[in-house]
């Protein structure tokens, strides 16, 4: 169990910590990195990452010795995804939207959250390059730069503004479900939008900047801060089934209200089913191709 007190030195100690090693994310943006690949081409990682994390563990782990931690660029080194408990844990993208920072665009920032007791406590996302502070504390609100923010209430998704993840697209074995559902946005939302930073996306949903966010294939760290601010924020997220939404698994759905989730939920069952019968008259074509020949 922690404190109220207790979380309020939690949070003003990774605020000053998140905030000092942020500078390297603006320092470097701009500049030549070391780029090295992870799992695929299209999965990079820099020696700014490895640094930002080595600084954010190193100091919390002084402050906070019994603390725990999961963290993307140390998982990325044992391959091993730790268990939450119900210990304080601190979940950690040292950067988020590394394939940004590479090209310069500068959407990229730290994403760190605390759980405890399962339950995300505290919700940090900084982008020093645009000096975007997203904060959020259980039942106290979501703030940016200080001032408080709060979902869309837009009930449609013929009005709303759509987020998605293309990233996995370049994967083959989900590129087709991937293109289904974006098919399926694109033909009814207002306007479709890919950030490349999954953490950022969740803060822009949790300002009303866009109603709804979706992918699957994230990590805890991805979504940890950002699901916090988006619930803080009046918003709701759940699994891509409709289900409860698992942290440690996340299938990500993120809307500004509720109302979203039923439309959403069906239009993606109904993008799947479309994709998977293309698939299997696919299959069928190529039979049929092999066997004419
Ligand atoms: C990535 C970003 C991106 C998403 C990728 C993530 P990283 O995180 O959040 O938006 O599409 O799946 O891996 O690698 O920049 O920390
Ligand atoms: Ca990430
Ligand atoms: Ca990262």
Not at 20 to 33: P, T, V
Request: glycine content about 8%.
């Amino acid at each position: 169990m922690a404190t109220q007190k207790e979380l309020d030195h939690c949070y003003d100690f990774v605020m000053k910590l998140t905030i000092e090693s942020a500078k390297i994310i603006r320092d470097a943006i701009q500049g030549g990195k070391n780029i090295e690949t992870k799992d695929g081409d299209w999965d990079l990682v820099t020696e700014y990452d490895k640094k930002i994390e080595e600084i954010l563990i190193d100091g919390l782990v002084k402050e906070f010795p019994t603390h725990k931690f999961i963290g993307e660029e140390t998982v990325s080194k044992t391959h091993v995804l730790p268990k939450l408990t119900d210990a304080p844990t601190w979940i950690i993208d040292p950067i988020d939207g590394t394939t940004n920072f590479v090209h310069s665009f500068p959407h990229a920032c730290i994403s760190i959250a605390l759980a405890v007791n399962r339950e995300l406590e505290i919700g940090i996302v900084y982008n020093p390059v645009l000096e975007q502070m997203f904060t959020a504390r259980r039942g106290r609100g979501a703030y940016l730069n200080g001032k408080p923010i709060k979902t869309s209430d837009v009930k449609e998704l013929r009005h709303s503004l759509i987020c998605l993840e293309a990233s996995y697209a370049t994967i083959e074995e989900t590129r087709d479900i991937i293109l289904g559902r974006l098919e399926a946005f694109v033909t009814l939302a207002h306007g479709i939008r890919t950030l490349g930073s999954a953490a950022l996306t969740l803060c822009y949903v949790a300002m009303g900047a866009a109603e709804v966010y979706h992918t699957d294939n994230l990590y805890p760290w991805d979504v940890a801060a950002g699901v916090l601010l988006i619930r803080e924020a009046g918003g709701h997220v759940v699994d891509t089934s409709g289900d409860d939404f698992d942290l440690m698994k996340p299938r990500v759905l993120a809307m500004g209200n509720k109302k979203l989730a039923p439309e959403l939920v069906k239009l993606i069952k109904l993008a799947d089913i479309k994709t998977h019968r293309r698939r299997g008259s696919d299959k069928n074509t190529f039979n049929n191709y092999n066997g004419s020949t």
